[in-house]
């Protein structure tokens, strides 16, 4: 299956030695879904664990899958402008450092779904994933959302 190719603009054009010309892949569909240090806390992420997900574009179609890695360590870097606030999506990034206020962790999730049903997938789509979490007490998300914030303006 083409994930991606050249742009139509420049098909027909001379390209350099090493360029990519298309992205291939084969095998089940995979989820990247990328989560705050906090929702990281509420989770308690394990691979083997079942996911819902809803593509943005038909959120009534519900998928299932299952966690297949979960990033060891956390990145204040965001490598996809569209999950920034810039691009329409909610992380916020400091515009003179291109860093995030806390890391955020990679979850790989892959979709168990029937082809038939994953037809109108493509590459780059946003979706939602839901993963159980734990009840909280609202006063521990209030306490724990207070301390980061003391944090980010000592650190300012």
Do not use: Y
């Not at 030695?17 to 084969?26: D, E, S, W």
């Amino acid at each position: 299956m083409v994930l991606d190719c050249l742009a139509p603009q420049d098909r027909g054009k001379l390209i350099r030695a090493g360029a990519t010309v298309a992205t291939l892949g084969r095998g089940p569909w995979q989820v990247r879904a990328v989560l705050s240090e906090s929702q990281m806390a509420d989770v308690q992420l394990q691979v083997g664990t079942p996911v819902e997900v809803r593509r943005e574009a038909a959120p009534g179609e519900l998928l299932r899958g299952v966690i297949t890695s979960i990033a060891p360590t956390g990145s204040r870097s965001v490598d996809h402008e569209s999950l920034t606030l810039a691009g329409g999506g909610d992380i916020v990034v400091d515009p003179r450092t291109g860093h995030t206020d806390q890391p955020f962790f990679e979850v790989t999730i892959t979709l168990n779904a029937l082809r038939f049903t994953l037809r109108h997938i493509n590459h780059g789509m946003t979706c939602r994933v839901r993963f159980e979490a734990q009840a909280h007490p609202i006063g521990r998300t209030l306490l724990r959302r207070a301390i980061r914030f003391t944090n980010t303006l000592l650190q300012s």
